[in-house]
């Protein structure tokens, strides 16, 4: 890495922490006026979006949303891949009104941000106790289908922070709802973010999250005896569509993880295979290594 390479990580390494801090100390402050009103369930999305505005100007960084209209008609529960920090950057882009994310309780005690996510009536899960989980969720599934509402679940329960195209295991408890309420299942499937930031290789770039919002799937029909079934169906489903969205493109003035060079390398290499096929015409050297998204590249700033 450069000099200004590191510089620039560590520097926006300290911008990442400080958005977070100061978004959630305005959290805090937004679900307090929200829950006084009688609002609270507004105070997530609110927060999200002042946020997501926020970390754009810091950072350089911009979502690109594919299938907004599949988030039309609630109730549903949205099904996310979950990689890294920036997470949060995606959800404050895309997170409706009137839905409520479900975290890990120890988040709860993570100053501004845990506190802003306790306020705004966050469904804390405590894996080590089952019983009360399930309680929590139940509750949750109660307001979510007589409000009209919707819930953010990571079924992979942690962040991945990996750079192969994958996911890890789903665990079951969106499903086993989704089933108890007959409530759809609305997958979201978040483009590669190791191009953006992966601690492991010193990564903090500008760029773009792809977000493909997939069509809501009913479980109208769905026994409990086939949930696990359906769960594997639906993280298929995500797969194939994490494999054709690919890498998040990225300014590359940090660094790369090899193995998104390497997709990036392959995926030139088949455009110009591609366009040779075509239009048997040269294809002359570019410094541009494009992703399998159109108009977006991975590009070499320094
Ligand atoms: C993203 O890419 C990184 C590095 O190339 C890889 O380790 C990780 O498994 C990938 N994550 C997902 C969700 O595809
Ligand atoms: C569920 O089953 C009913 C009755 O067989 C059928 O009319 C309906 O279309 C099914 N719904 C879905 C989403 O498959
Ligand atoms: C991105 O930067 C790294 C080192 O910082 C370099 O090894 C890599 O080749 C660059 N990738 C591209 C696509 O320019
Ligand atoms: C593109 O064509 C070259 C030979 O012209 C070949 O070596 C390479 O493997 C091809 N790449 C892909 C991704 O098909």
Not at 126 to 135: H, N, S, W, Y
Not at 141 to 157: D, H, M, Q, S, Y
Not at 166 to 192: C, D, E, R, W, Y
Not at 248 to 271: C, G, V
């Amino acid at each position: 890495m450069s000099v200004i390479a590191r510089f620039l990580y560590y520097l926006r390494s300290v911008l990442v922490v400080l958005a977070l801090a100061s978004g959630g100390l305005y959290g805090v402050i937004v679900s307090i006026i929200c829950t006084l009103i009688g609002k609270q369930h507004l105070a997530q999305w609110i927060t999200a979006r002042c946020f997501y505005h926020v970390m754009k100007l810091v950072l350089g960084l911009e979502v690109t949303v594919i299938g907004e209209e599949n988030l039309a008609k609630k109730p549903y529960i949205m099904v996310a891949n979950h990689q890294s920090t920036l997470d949060i950057f995606m959800l404050g882009r895309i997170f409706p009104p009137g839905c409520t994310v479900t975290a890990k309780k120890s988040l709860k005690y993570v100053p501004f941000l845990g506190w802003f996510m306790a306020l705004s009536g966050t469904y804390f899960l405590d894996r080590t106790k089952r019983q009360e989980a399930i309680d929590t969720l139940n509750k949750g599934l109660e307001n979510v289908k007589k409000n009209k509402r919707a819930l953010w679940v990571f079924p992979e329960g942690t962040r991945s922070y990996t750079s192969e195209l994958t996911m890890a295991p789903f665990k079951k408890g969106a499903f086993h709802l989704a089933q108890q309420g007959k409530i759809p299942i609305v997958p979201v499937v978040v483009s590669n973010t190791s191009t953006l930031m992966s601690p492991k290789y010193g990564v903090l770039n500008r760029g773009r999250m792809i977000v493909k919002i997939l069509k809501p799937i009913s479980t109208e029909n769905l026994t409990k005896d086939k949930i696990g079934e359906f769960a594997e169906q639906v993280r298929d489903q995500m797969v194939t569509t994490l494999k054709e969205i690919g890498y998040s493109p990225a300014i590359n003035d940090t660094t790369l993880p090899p193995q998104a060079i390497e997709y990036a390398a392959l995926q030139h290499d088949r455009k110009v295979n591609k366009s040779k096929n075509e239009h048997a015409t040269s294809v002359g050297i570019s410094n541009d290594v494009s992703t399998n998204h159109e108009e977006s590249s991975i590009k070499k700033m320094n």
